[in-house]
């Protein structure tokens, strides 16, 4: 059976006086129906532009989609207009943004704002549309929904907004939902019935899941795959439990040892030398050897594909394998507690 979505070498780049900003630069991932796909990296690697790619949402200028193939259900959103991406959009693909509070407009209620979605996409009228923003609201754990439907943006907390946010990507049964960072800003109790309440409707509608963002927890407690992103690009891609307990790539062993532990007494927190360079300034090789400990002259003048080292896992290092052997890995009870 086809994949639900496929992205292929997809390149994105922001044309800035500073140079051409290669914000994506050859990403491939898929996801399967009923599958969540988590996209995990540091803040500027490219997460969040892979998204608004697949939604066909880049500003255009200064970005522009370079090429590549994104297939959705078997059909190439890169040769759709702008007019067919508006049927997509919102309908068979929704989009969880990061920080509810801009997202959602002040000036119009919550329930004008989820009536608008439901009304572009359904063909439904005004009453009908009422009535399903309301169940939406009450799916998503909203109490008084018939309140909250008349009530603005200010009024409602954080963890509301964000639950308003999912009633409304959720309101016309999309096939593919990509969450970017929705629990950034949240406290963690929130943060917790957030994902609970996102991977229930995931399970009731059947739908692909692709969740953004930089918390390993949030990985390991609701993706089934991983892909691993650094300057642009998939540098690991494999299942949850390869990335948390058999790592290949020196950054995805660099993220998983700079996690603190409950019961663990450390001098110092393990941190990943460096900083990430300016898209501007991405180097010609291995976008990480400017970080990496392993890096040599064929690191930094040739870049490393992702190849596939075992079924399902793939990875993109000219030494893995030295990598694997002298790393100080995470152990499996260390990765099992995230």
């Not at 993706?223 to 790592?247: L, Q, S, W």
């Amino acid at each position: 059976m086809a994949k639900l979505l496929e992205v292929d070498n997809l390149r994105t780049y922001f044309h800035t006086d500073d140079g051409i900003a290669r914000s994506v630069d050859g990403v491939r991932f898929s996801v399967d129906r009923g599958e969540t796909l988590g996209i995990v990296g540091e803040s500027g690697c490219g997460k969040s532009v892979t998204a608004l790619s697949i939604m066909g949402l880049v500003p255009n200028p200064p970005g522009k989609i370079e090429g590549g193939v994104i297939l959705f259900d078997g059909e190439n959103l890169l040769e759709f207009t702008e007019h067919q991406m508006r049927h997509v959009r919102g309908n068979d693909i929704s989009m969880i943004f990061q920080e509810p509070m801009t997202s959602l407009n002040p000036v119009f209620t919550i329930g004008h704002q989820i009536d608008e979605a439901v009304i572009l996409h359904q063909n439904v009228s005004k009453h009908e549309a009422k009535k399903r923003s309301i169940d939406m609201l009450h799916l998503v754990g909203i109490p008084a929904p018939e309140q909250r439907y008349g009530e603005y943006p200010h009024q409602l907390s954080g963890g509301m907004r964000q639950r308003v946010m999912i009633a409304m990507a959720l309101s016309c049964n999309p096939k593919l939902l990509i969450a970017d960072e929705p629990t950034t800003a949240l406290d963690v109790t929130v943060q917790a019935q957030i994902l609970e309440l996102i991977t229930k409707l995931q399970d009731e509608m059947g739908m692909g899941l692709i969740i953004i963002t930089h918390d390993l927890g949030v990985i390991a407690e609701v993706c089934d795959r991983v892909a691993v992103m650094y300057a642009g690009k998939v540098v690991e891609y494999a299942n949850v439990d390869t990335i948390f307990h058999r790592p290949r790539h020196p950054y995805t062993i660099g993220l998983l040892n700079s996690i603190p532990r409950l019961g663990e007494v450390v001098e110092e927190l393990a941190t990943i030398e460096g900083i990430v360079p300016p898209p501007t300034q991405w180097p010609i090789g291995c976008h990480f050897c400017t970080r990496c400990q392993w890096a040599d002259d064929l690191c930094w003048n040739d870049e490393p594909q992702l190849v596939e080292i075992e079924t399902g896992h793939q990875v993109a290092c000219w030494y893995m394998d030295k990598v694997m052997a002298e790393a100080a890995l995470p152990t499996e009870d260390k990765a099992t507690e995230e």
